[in-house]
Every structure is written in structure tokens, then in C-alpha cells.
């Protein structure tokens, strides 16, 4: 994908942003925020339940939605028993220190911890280094009260449809069957039906998924539009949230190892 640097200055003229100072050459300072999804993580282990429902928000796709993405925080601070946000990809709109920064600041509002998955927008340029620095591994999986979430990259277009993402060796591991672990979810960006998906990888990572016991769901982004599809013969849904843009985001629960999901508008 390349992207030209003077859409900078449209973006942030459009958002009103002409306090940031894009450089597309910064990757970090000594202010950034960083592992910013490990201590997400341990907010969210050292929290105690008040029920035996999981509640979660998948959302997404929130480059460039600087307004709503003040409304988004506004409204899950609103929900009551909720677990965690976990924003489904695509923070930025050109993978620059500066966005993400802001992000952050604005993300720390919210009264539940929230995880970060990579997106193909925040591997624009130096972008991958700014995630890792910032958010940690773009491939991670973490256990909460018996659920494994694998969140893991499915940019395949960033890298060229070489095979290497998604990581199908890894999220085999990933799906091994776990003491203490009851079932599975997978988050990731780029859903296996959308073009930007690595075609010589949708065969095998759909039956990973859909072979798996216990794989509950498979939520992406992306295509700023909500879907939700399936495979002949598989019993795993693939849900897409609809973008940030949008005032929409899903939140999910799980009790007894079902899952269910609304779409809530704000």
C-alpha cells in the first residue's frame, strides 16, 4: 500500500487536529506510552467479577474519527459489569507516533481496561514499530475466566500475500486445548472474505478455526461495515463491527461458554 505523506495534512486539517506534528520518521519519545496491552491485561486479571457473564466491546477502525471516538469512550463508560474493550485494528490512519499518542491519552478514559490488535493502516510506514513499542506483540493471546482470546495479524496486503500473516503455525499452537481453558475467541483486523486477506492462507485458517473445539467466534473490522458470515459446514461465526465512524461498536457475552452479541449505536 503507499500512501502519500501530503494526506497528512488533509487528514488533519479535516479533523481539526493542526496541533499534531505528523513525522512519518518518529517511531517513539521518551513520553510515549508504552506496553500499553500488558497493562491492560493486568487491570483486567486483578478485577473482580461481579457475575459469571463475560462482557467485552469490540470495536474498531477509529483513525481519522476523532469526535467519535470521544462519544465511543463516553458511552462505554455508560455500560455497567464490563470486563474489557478490545479495539479491533486500524488506531491509525498512516501508522504515525502522533495518532496513536492521542489515541491513547483519549482510551485512558474509560472506566474498563481495553487491548489493542494491530491493523493494516497502523503498518503504514514505521507504524509496526510504533504498535510494538506502544501496544506490545501483534500476535498475542491472553486467558480471562476460562476463554483463550487469540489476537492476532491479518494484514496479509501489508506483507505482500507472502504467507506470513496470518501466522498459521502460531495460531495453531494458540488452539491446542489448555488446562482451564473452556473455549476460544479470535480477534484480529482483516476478516478471511475481504480481498485484503492473504488468499493463499483463507483455506487453512478458516478450517483452523472452524475444526477447533470450542472456537466461540472470530471478530475483525475493517470494512467499516457490520457482516457476519460463515463457512459450509462450520458452526463459527465471523463477525465484523461496523467502524467507529459509524457510532457503532458490538458488545459481547459470554455465560456458560455461549456467546452472544448486540449492536449498540451511539
Known amino acids: ?21 505528523f513525522s512519518p520518521e518518529q517511531t517513539f519519545d521518551r513520553d510515549s506510552p508504552k506496553n500499553l496491552n500488558a497493562a491492560g491485561l493486568s487491570k483486567m486479571q486483578k478485577s473482580t467479577p461481579k457475575d459469571d457473564t463475560i462482557r467485552f466491546v469490540i470495536t474498531g477502525d477509529t483513525q481519522r474519527s476523532y469526535n467519535e471516538v470521544t462519544k465511543l469512550v463516553q458511552k462505554i463508560n455508560t455500560l455497567e459489569s464490563l470486563d474489557f474493550v478490545a479495539i479491533a485494528g486500524d488506531l491509525s490512519e498512516f501508522g504515525v507516533l502522533q495518532e496513536m499518542e492521542w489515541l491513547a491519552r483519549e482510551l485512558e478514559k474509560m472506566n474498563a481496561p481495553y487491548v489493542a490488535i494491530i491493523g493494516n493502516h497502523d503498518l503504514v510506514n514505521k507504524g509496526a514499530s510504533v504498535f510494538d513499542k506502544m501496544y506490545g506483540d501483534l500476535n498475542y493471546s491472553f486467558i480471562y475466566r476460562g476463554i483463550k482470546f487469540i489476537c492476532h495479524d491479518t494484514n496479509g496486503r501489508e506483507y505482500g ?84 465512524g459509524m457510532s457503532e461498536f458490538l458488545l459481547v457475552k459470554i455465560i456458560n461458554n455461549k456467546l452472544s452479541y448486540e449492536r449498540i449505536f451511539f
Request: glycine fraction near 8%.
Open 161 to 244: 500475500f507472502s504467507g506470513k500473516a496470518p501466522d498459521i503455525n502460531w495460531l495453531t499452537e494458540q488452539v491446542q486445548p489448555e488446562v482451564g481453558v473452556t473455549g476460544f475467541v479470535g480477534i484480529s483486523h482483516v476478516p478471511p472474505n475481504s480481498e485484503d486477506f492473504d488468499p493463499g492462507l483463507i483455506q487453512s485458517y478458516h478450517s483452523l478455526f472452524d475444526q477447533t473445539p470450542g472456537l466461540l467466534a472470530s471478530f475483525h473490522a475493517h470494512t467499516h461495515t457490520y457482516a457476519e458470515f460463515g463457512y459450509p459446514g462450520s458452526t463459527v461465526p465471523y463477525v465484523i463491527t461496523s467502524t467507529v
Open 1 to 21: 500500500m503507499k500512501i502519500l505523506f501530503p494526506l497528512l495534512a488533509v487528514i488533519c486539517l479535516s479533523a481539526g487536529c493542526n496541533s499534531f506534528e
